[in-house]
């Protein structure tokens, strides 16, 4: 996993170049205190428990810049400028690869696949962390055969922990950032973010002609 440290602290530069020096010590700061609540995603057989260190570092920032009056619309462009940042491909071969899932949604390989993965992320491996199920029926994923529900999610669980929840919803804006990069639109009724009892990712294939 890339540190998201350094993605942090060029944005924080560039937004906030007056403080960024007192910005980037108080994350850390925050982020001694957040670490207990996401010590498990390190031994977690869930594999999506694994970005909870990454989540756990954006939500020492917003921590950071919420104690110091930071207007939530600047809270906002900072987190996205991040994760902008953040998960784009490193290389040709990066970006290729995250184009597989919807080039090859359908087939059987895809199908096998999914269901392997499947079966990891479906159990929860701690009460922190992320529950989900994947779904390969064409008939309710528009056509695709992948999508999937997060039935429990361990970044609300953390958010809500710290008495952010107001902030969840940030992180829930990446989605649309990787799925685009993946050759797809992301279509999602629901977020447990803002109150339902799922998230619920469905896709289309972008047409890039």
Known sequence: ?????????????????DRAGVIMM?????????????????????PL????????WILALIKTLDAS???YEDILKVCQDIATNYVQ??????????????????????????????????????PDGFSVVIHTDPKITYGLGFGF??????????????????YTSILCEVDKITSEMAGLKLIRKSTIAMGADKCDFRYQKLDRS
């Open 1 to 17: 996993m890339r540190s998201i440290k350094k993605h942090i602290a060029l944005s924080v530069l560039h937004h906030f170049p």
């Open 26 to 46: 108080g994350m850390h700061r925050h982020f001694e205190m957040i670490a207990p609540d996401i010590a498990f995603a390190a031994t977690s057989t869930n």
């Open 49 to 56: 428990d694994k970005r909870m260190e990454v989540c756990g």
């Open 69 to 71: 009056g930071t207007s």
């Open 89 to 126: 491909p490193k290389n040709r071969l990066h970006r290729a690869i995250k184009k597989l899932p919807a080039r090859w949604a359908g087939s059987w390989l895809a199908n096998f696949l999914f269901r392997r993965l499947g079966h990891k992320v479906s159990k929860r491996s701690h």
């Open 149 to 166: 529900d997060i039935l429990e999610c361990g970044i609300c669980k953390l958010f809500n922990r710290h008495h952010l929840e107001r």
